[in-house]
């Protein structure tokens, strides 16, 4: 520690500027975990290009892309496996095809733990040497994937270690595994995860789980939030019809959009709204089973595929909608799992409704604690929920107060992220000076 800073190195292979949702908490902890104290490094998988990391360090080590090592000698290029072999992409809840299923779980085992499995031989030796040097107070990891913890479990040596865990792991049940599988992940999660000081997950009935896994290990609960610095001139607006927007992923229909389409069938059937009072825009690309369920329900004047576009423009557009769409999913597990979309639409203060979901969620409890929307789980709730919605647009649009979503911003997240650092640390040297002076007594 210099100056009375202290010095901590985040491993982690989404890291800016990589463009994903698992990327957003980290440039949070770069912008500002500085303020708090804190001098952050990166360590990550090479780039293909120079990065330059304002304020600090890289390390980037080497990194074997295993998948496309395998295409390169199957000699089948970029495209999928699945396209080669004519499979549909994945859709949850579609027909089950045995093909496809096999060609998914062949992947899943030559590249387990998951597909960033080539990152390990490169990033354990040189993240050993990195912390040799005892230039580091702290440790900090963010998975998935997951591979970043067993990185850390085996080289992380004597310096404290907070595992940030963005998604559960082992009880991860949005992923179709074998039980094979889920047995080899349990075993790998708890013989990893035991080596770390603390935990940290994304939300707090998250939290709890892996406090109940390990219960002589404190796991704290820290939500991401959003940037208010993205917003700055970012107008609020609106369209000449009704707009409900979604500007995230669908993963395979994990994410399923079928109860919004039911409920807005209903209602164009029932005449209680017609096209020209609604419209759905949907930021994602044109996933082929995606474009069937909107055919399906009749829906092509009112559902609009705009494809993915430059992050301003999705901000402008979120910022001109009556509601924001959020799909839940309604696994076993489900119930701590937090869309980072939730949070970029605080910063957008435009009402949410959250589609689907377990009755019991993360999701209900913060649009409940900050009344910035609403869960609905059945297809008259959607129903009432885009009624009101039409009847609004025809008054005023509502914008969500700044202080009802204030306590989460990306400063915020980082705030505790300094505080879990600040507590380990403070713990580690209490540690080492009661050794120290036992020690002394024995001599």
């Not at 591979?147 to 270690?161: G, Q, S």
Request: proline residues 4%; glycine residues 8%; contains cysteine.
């Amino acid at each position: 520690m210099k100056n009375g800073r202290r010095r901590v190195l985040l491993v982690s292979y989404w890291v800016p500027p990589r463009k994903a949702i698992g990327t957003i908490r980290s440039s949070y902890i770069l912008k500002y975990l500085p303020r708090f104290g804190w001098d952050v490094d990166v360590f990550t998988a090479r780039f293909d290009s120079e990065v330059n990391g304002a304020g600090a360090r890289w390390t980037q080590t080497g990194y074997w892309d295993f998948k496309r090592a395998i295409k390169r000698v199957a000699r089948i290029g970029d495209r999928s496996t699945s396209a080669v072999l004519n499979l549909e992409g994945f859709h949850y809840g579609g027909k089950p095809n045995l093909a496809g299923r096999a060609v998914r779980l062949t992947a899943d085992l030559v590249t387990y733990p998951d597909e960033y499995v080539g990152w390990i031989p490169f990033a354990v030796p040189s993240l050993r040497r990195t912390l040799k040097a005892g230039a580091y107070d702290a440790i900090l990891t963010s998975s998935p994937p997951v591979t970043t913890n067993v990185i850390a479990a085996i080289a992380h040596r004597n310096v404290p270690w907070v595992a940030d865990l963005r998604d559960l792991w082992a009880e991860d049940d949005s992923r179709e595994r074998s039980p094979l599988q889920r047995l080899a992940d349990d075993r790998l999660e708890r013989a990893a995860l035991s080596r770390a000081t603390v935990l940290t997950a994304s939300s707090e009935l998250s939290a709890q789980r892996f406090r109940t896994r390990y219960p002589g290990k404190t796991c704290d609960s820290i939500t991401t939030g959003f940037d208010e610095d993205e917003w700055q001139g970012i107008e609020f607006a609106s369209e000449s019809r009704c707009s409900l927007v979604y500007a995230g992923n669908f993963y395979g229909g994990r994410r399923d959009p079928r109860l919004l389409f039911a409920a807005l069938r209903e209602m164009l059937s029932e005449g209680r709204a017609s096209a020209s009072d609604v419209q759905v825009d949907v930021y994602a690309g044109p996933e082929p089973w995606l474009v069937r369920m909107i055919a399906e329900y009749g829906l092509d004047n009112v559902v609009r595929l705009r494809g993915q576009i430059d992050r301003p423009a999705v901000l402008a557009a979120e910022r001109k909608a009556d509601r924001l769409l959020v799909f839940c999913w309604d696994g076993a597990t489900a119930e701590g799992v937090v869309p980072g979309k939730l949070f970029e639409y605080f910063g957008a203060r435009r009402p949410i409704l959250a589609i689907g979901g377990t009755q019991k969620s993360a999701v209900c409890d913060l649009l409940s604690e900050t009344g910035a929307g609403v869960q609905c789980r059945t297809v008259e709730e959607v129903k009432s929920a885009v009624l009101a919605a039409i009847g609004e647009h025809g008054e005023r649009q509502r914008a969500i107060p700044l202080h009802a979503v204030c306590a989460y911003t990306a400063e915020r997240c980082a705030m505790e992220f300094g505080r879990v650092l600040d507590s380990i640390v403070s713990a580690d040297s209490q540690s080492r000076r009661h050794a120290r002076e036992q020690t002394t007594m024995r001599r």
